[in-house]
């Protein structure tokens, strides 16, 4: 008897050892069923770094007030406002055309895009894209078969009916023969008069260049190679002194200028967040930053309202 109660009494502590590994694994369980929440949160919710950190949207209400002061400040926050209205928009119609299907499960994962993201990817279009009339070989073949197929078709037509068959030809069929080769290009000269589709492109590494409307830059797709070229003219790279460096006067160095095309003032601060000839601000230094210092992000906005409302 004695020695059955031991044999309980053991059996008993096994399966309270093991009941107590079975919690301790549910508890993990559940630890790590919550560091893949906060993961898959943390990664569905992340907003990079803004392309256009000085542009309007990012200015605090302060410093927007100060546009307040002249005519075309005040256009520019309208302007400002009209953007923000019409992304909120686009926002909102991509929201309700990515809504999950009835049948999908409420307690799987939501990947909707946040309005920071979308903001985030909008200001990417608008401060990095290039536009263009860009077409390669492969998407221009359907131009090129008529441009190529009615000449060489009048061609034999013309050969073996007219000339072949008949030394003396008559004169409407060569006149109406000639139109047909001349065809194309009079499509072409219509066609390039009148308004092309544009092609909106982000091009990474050419995008890094800064803005400068003199600059003799050249962007074009190459129809062979289907790939971006960037072309620059001497004009296109000036001495420069570094931010670092602004002590050391006798060591510029050069920086590559692109053109981004002919830009307003208004067009620039709104999604680029420069302007011409006002200088950047300088890299922070160890001490405190003073008021109306140049290191301050504040300084270098307030410079930027002052500089648009002078030239406007």
Known sequence: EEEEEEEDEESEEEDESEEEE???????????????????????????????????????????????????????????????????????????????????????????????????????????????????????????????????????????????????????ALIGLGLVAALPTILNLVSSSSSKDESVVLLPMIDSANHMESADSLIELDPVSNCFTLSVGPNCVVMEQEEEEVDDHDNPKPQLYISYGIKKDSELLLNYGFLPGVVPKLSSSSSPPEENDPTTTDYYRQRLAETFMSRN
Do not use: C
């Not at 895009?113 to 903001?119: C, G, I, N």
């Open 22 to 172: 079975e919690s301790d694994d549910d508890e993990s369980d559940d630890d790590d069923d919550d560091d893949d929440d906060d993961s898959s949160s943390s990664s569905t919710t992340y907003v990079p770094p803004p392309t256009a950190p000085d542009a309007i949207r990012h200015w605090t209400s302060s410093q927007q007030e100060s546009l307040n002061q002249s005519r075309a400040g005040r256009q520019l926050l309208e302007l400002h406002q009209l953007q923000q209205t019409q992304w909120k928009q686009k926002y909102e119609t991509i929201m309700k055309q990515q809504q999950p299907p009835p049948q999908t499960s409420s307690s799987s994962p939501s990947r909707k895009m946040t309005w920071e993201q979308f903001s985030w990817a909008m200001e990417v279009v608008h401060s990095r894209s290039f536009r263009g009339t860009f077409e390669s070989v492969r998407d221009s073949w359907p131009k090129l078969l008529p441009s190529i197929g009615a000449p060489v078709l009048a061609a034999i037509v013309g050969y073996k009916f007219v000339i072949e068959d008949n030394p003396y030809p008559n004169d409407a």
